[in-house]
């Protein structure tokens, strides 16, 4: 079974722009999570979508938002680009429906780099 | 107080040593705990799993849980080079899919 794809996996964008940034999850999962990594704030959660719906968000501002569609591919982006946004964004897949076992696998991630 | 506390080291050890990782966690709703493993310039890979107290051995790898304690360890045996890699606990409470993770252990297994 494939894994969780994201692309792209490298990006350079400056201050001011905006960016989307897409995951495939693993076939037969229905819930994508998102997740920020940075050096000084290591990984934190951004938003969790299943089913088309957003389940859960992370302290984020409003800048980042998301989306998921019929197939469960995710987007998610991030408007107004600031250099503190410089990270990998990585998305998580999993079967679990909101009542269980919530067991993540993670795709390689999206380097964002914001100049 | 952060949820999840982990010694981020470097932690350096010979190979074939006994590594221990360790986390404690503030939150009483965790049930679920989770080890991943993230090579350089990786995504973290899902090494462990575990529900509530008690341990989980797979291969070289022990998972063990104390909640009296909140306390989380993960054991590695005869240890690696290619266990290099940095280590972050996960503990979860079950709810719609937010991870809490801990800062990460680096690790370095040198011949």
């Known amino acids: 079974k494939a894994g969780v794809t994201q692309t792209p996996r490298y990006l350079i964008k400056t201050r001011g722009q905006q960016v989307t940034l897409s995951c495939s999850p693993i076939s037969g999962h229905r819930s994508v999570s998102w997740y920020q990594q940075t050096p000084g704030q290591g990984l934190q959660f951004l938003f969790e979508y299943f089913s088309e719906t957003q389940r859960n968000k992370g302290n984020f501002p409003g800048r980042f938002s998301g989306r998921q569609f019929s197939n469960s591919r995710s987007e998610m982006n991030v408007s107004t680009l600031e250099l503190g946004d410089s990270a990998l964004y990585l998305c998580a897949s999993s079967w679990n429906s909101g009542t269980g076992k919530g067991a993540q696998y993670f795709g390689p991630g999206t380097r964002l780099l914001v100049l | ?111």
């Open chain 2, 1 to 111: 107080q952060k949820e999840v506390e982990q010694d981020p080291g470097p932690l350096s050890v010979p190979e074939g040593a006994i590594v221990s990782l360790n986390c404690t966690y503030s939150n009483s709703a965790f049930q679920y705990f989770m080890w991943y493993r993230q090579y350089s310039r990786k995504g973290p890979e899902l090494l462990m799993y575990t529900y509530s107290s008690g341990n989980k051995e797979d291969g070289r790898f022990t998972a063990q849980v104390d909640k009296s304690s909140k306390y989380i360890s993960l054991f590695i045996r005869d240890s690696q080079p290619s266990d290099s890699a940095t280590y972050l606990c996960a503990p979860y409470s079950g709810g719609y899919n937010k991870l809490i993770f801990g800062a990460g252990t680096r690790l370095a297994v040198h011949p």
